[in-house]
């Protein structure tokens, strides 16, 4: 069995790799593959890229080209429920892209020729997502200084299953998260890839979850230090439960 693990963000592709031994790399459209193991799975980790296209793209060659047959999606996403705080987990029930609209001659957000809207995430692997966040919060307090953690605000941490929505635009107003909430009201968080992957996986019958750390609130505030959440937090987050859900 191999695992793809693609990660949105190159903190945390760097953070994985670290666990990775035996590892082989690969160069292919633009991307570097790396091939190994992390405990006793054979893993093949890779950078997404951002956005519909590069992702598609990018999972397209972990299956044809690396032959994957499980895939583990890791990034973060802005917060579309107002309940979800910045450091709070999804791990994806089902997702869909609130950018595709090919009325009328396809209900809105259905994905042309394929009767689908919402893409379904693996039960088992999402079982094992959120599994592996049990311990999250006291090895971040062990390994993130107080400080970044009191910056982001960081005090508990909620791990949610629910809807993702996907599209190719960064969502910084609440105005845009609304309009998304009117129509599709169970979305939970949004982000630029995971619906775009789940498709593709879809296609290949390729079982998925996507796990994605609150980074922001989706609306004006999103002023939050991208970088140095993701460097500071965010990739312990990827780190512990994609490791955690390959020890189990
Ligand atoms: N780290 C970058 C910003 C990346 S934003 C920087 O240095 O500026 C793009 C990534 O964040 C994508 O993987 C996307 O899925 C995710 N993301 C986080 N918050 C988002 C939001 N509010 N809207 C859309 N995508 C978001």
């Given at each position: 069995m191999r695992i793809g693990i693609m990660g949105a963000m190159t903190e945390e592709v760097d953070s994985i790799h670290s666990h990775m031994t035996n590892v082989k790399e690969f160069e292919h459209g633009d991307r570097k593959y790396y091939i190994g193991n992390i405990n006793s799975h054979e893993v093949v980790l890779v950078f997404s890229r951002w956005g519909k296209v590069a992702s598609a793209a990018t999972v397209t060659s972990l299956i044809t080209e690396f032959k994957i047959d499980h895939l583990i999606f890791t990034g973060v996403a802005g917060a579309a429920d107002p309940?979800?705080?910045?450091?709070?987990?999804?791990?994806?029930?089902?997702?869909?892209?609130?950018?595709?609209?090919?009325?009328?001659?396809f209900k809105k957000h259905q994905i042309p020729l394929t009767k689908i809207t919402f893409f379904q995430?693996?039960?088992?692997?999402?079982?094992?997502?959120?599994?592996?966040?049990?311990?999250?919060?006291?090895?971040?307090?062990a390994k993130i200084p107080a400080e970044s953690l009191a910056r982001f605000n960081i005090r508990e941490l909620k791990c949610r299953f629910g809807t993702i929505a996907t599209g190719?635009?960064?969502?910084?107003?609440?105005?845009?998260?609304?309009?998304?909430?009117?129509?599709?009201?169970?979305?939970?968080?949004?982000?630029?890839?995971?619906?775009a992957v789940a498709q593709v996986c879809?296609?290949?019958?390729?079982?998925?979850?996507?796990?994605?750390t609150i980074s922001d609130k989706a609306d004006h505030t999103s002023e939050i230090d991208f970088p140095a959440f993701i460097n500071e937090v965010a990739r312990h987050y990827s780190e512990h439960i994609v490791t955690g859900m390959l020890r189990l």
């Open positions: 309940s979800l705080n910045i450091g709070d987990i999804v791990v994806s029930e089902q997702l869909y892209q609130h950018d595709m609209d090919a009325r009328p001659l995430a693996d039960p088992l692997l999402k079982e094992k997502a959120h599994r592996a966040t049990d311990g999250l919060f006291a090895s971040l307090t190719d635009q960064f969502i910084y107003s609440r105005e845009r998260t609304e309009a998304i909430l009117a129509d599709v009201p169970e979305t939970v968080a949004v982000e630029m890839e995971g619906g879809n296609d290949y019958k390729i079982p998925f979850v996507v796990i994605r």
